[in-house]
């Protein structure tokens, strides 16, 4: 049961918008929206996104066609976010510009200045937001957890209170519910961020209170199909019309993208499990003392690794390479052989939450208060950046990071 929204102060449907965005734009008279999209001659985009968090609807963590600081960082830009969060979000990045939510702020930034473009209290959403690019909008939406479900926010829109800009507006809400409530969050409540496709809104969570996997339009959120689920639910993964999802309990299970049917389940030792990543037709997960690889297609078990540590955040992986951190009095990141598990190198510094990411042959791991830049093929390190406070899995594109330290944003660049 899916209400959409009012679009009274959008731009229609329009076929235009595939071919010629700017003409749309210019129409719908919004300057901030204006300032957001840059295309190339045949209507594609040229500028570099990150449209969700841990890069891909796989879960991978790796670009491998984007670039960051490779021999060193410097800080290009930062901005101070009001409140402190101990385990922030990811930001995203579409087209120049770069979002964030977190604590009592939603953020839209210039991506290469730093000037913020919008900048909102939140006090509703959870998770890190996901963009979502369809032609029933002029701009994009981004697809946001907040406590009921899924809000799908108008980054151009917001509501006024007392003079205050209040929040961004919501052009949908899953579960179907009144856009005004506010379902106010506090401190560092968090929740795993939807996951876009081409043709798919993935979500794994709160449904009506029910734990559930859902998979929704991605225009307007009308629900294709939900499975319950019990336990706390992980950021799912999709792969070749693949639902991936791990839940607390230690539950694995593979759902068609289609129509949602079970295609396998299998389980982990731990109840503990922190997530998943599909690559190569293996699914990668970590629990709280071991990392599995399951085959894609049929859930049997490939290989189990233990760990003499706490292992606390999703893995990442670049092509052969698995990398999971561990935290305990010598938390570590591991490289692992994605065939076999067997150990690469590793790296002396752990983490609690966030994930490393990969782009360009270089690992970007986030370690506490620090940001280290690593070889993928050796584990060299090559560059340490020390923020205000904890990392968040990074944003790696057209030669920067992007990264939350505490209650800082930064855009980290090559030093010169």
């Known amino acids: ?5 009012s679009r009274c102060c959008e731009a229609p449907d329009v076929t235009a918008l595939q071919t010629d965005r700017r003409s749309v734009l210019a ?8 300032g957001l999209f840059a295309v190339s001659s045949d209507g594609e985009s040229s500028e570099p996104r990150w449209p969700m968090e841990r890069y891909d609807a796989a879960g991978t963590g790796h670009a491998p066609d984007s670039t960051g600081p490779e021999t060193g960082a410097r800080v290009r ?3 101070e976010i009001y409140g402190l969060v101990f385990a922030p979000p990811s930001p995203t990045l579409h087209e120049g510009t770069l979002y964030y939510s977190a604590a009592d702020r939603f953020l839209a930034v210039d991506a290469d200045t730093g000037t913020v473009r919008r900048e909102v209290e939140n006090g509703t959403y959870l998770s890190s937001p996901t963009v979502v690019t369809d032609t029933a909008y002029a701009n994009e939406t ?31 809400t899953y579960p179907d519910r009144d856009r005004d409530d506010p379902l106010f969050t506090f401190g560092s409540e968090t929740s795993p961020a939807p996951v876009v496709t081409d043709d798919a809104l993935v979500y794994a969570g709160s449904v009506g209170g029910e734990n559930a996997v859902a998979v929704l339009d991605p225009s307007s959120a009308a629900e294709r199909w939900r499975v319950e689920l019990r336990g706390e639910l992980r950021r799912p993964a999709v792969h070749d019309g693949t639902v991936y999802v791990a839940s607390w309990g230690g539950g694995v299970r593979a759902l068609a ?3 949602g049917s079970e295609l396998w389940r299998t389980r982990t030792d731990q109840e503990t499990v922190h997530g998943l990543a ?34 606390r955040s999703p893995p990442a992986i670049a092509d052969d390479t698995l990398l999971v951190t561990s935290e305990k009095t010598e938390g570590r990141l591991y490289a692992l052989d994605a065939a076999t598990g067997e150990t690469r190198w590793t790296f002396g510094d752990g983490n609690w939450d966030s994930s490393p990411v990969v782009a360009g042959g270089v690992v970007y791991h986030p370690s506490h208060h620090d940001l280290f830049a690593l070889d993928l093929g050796t584990g060299e390190r090559l560059w340490r950046f020390a923020s205000e406070g904890s990392v968040s899995t990074p944003v790696v594109a057209d030669g920067r990071v992007y990264v939350a330290g505490g209650h800082v ?5 090559e030093s010169r």
Do not use: C
């Open 278 to 311: 599909v690559s190569d037709g293996r699914v990668v997960v970590t629990d709280w003392e071991n990392a599995y690889a399951f085959d894609a297609t049929t859930g049997n078990r490939l290989w189990q690794r233990a760990f003499d540590a706490q292992i």
């Open 27 to 34: 129409a719908s008279g919004t300057a901030l929206t204006a």
């Open 257 to 259: 993208l289609d129509d």
């Open 142 to 172: 981004l697809a946001v957890a907040d406590r009921a479900g899924l809000a799908g926010v108008n980054p151009a829109g917001g509501v006024d209170v007392f003079g205050h800009r209040y929040r961004w507006s919501n052009r949908w």
């Open 409 to 413: 944003l930064y855009a980290l660049e």
């Open 1 to 5: 049961m899916i209400r959409v929204i």
């Open 77 to 79: 830009w930062k901005h």
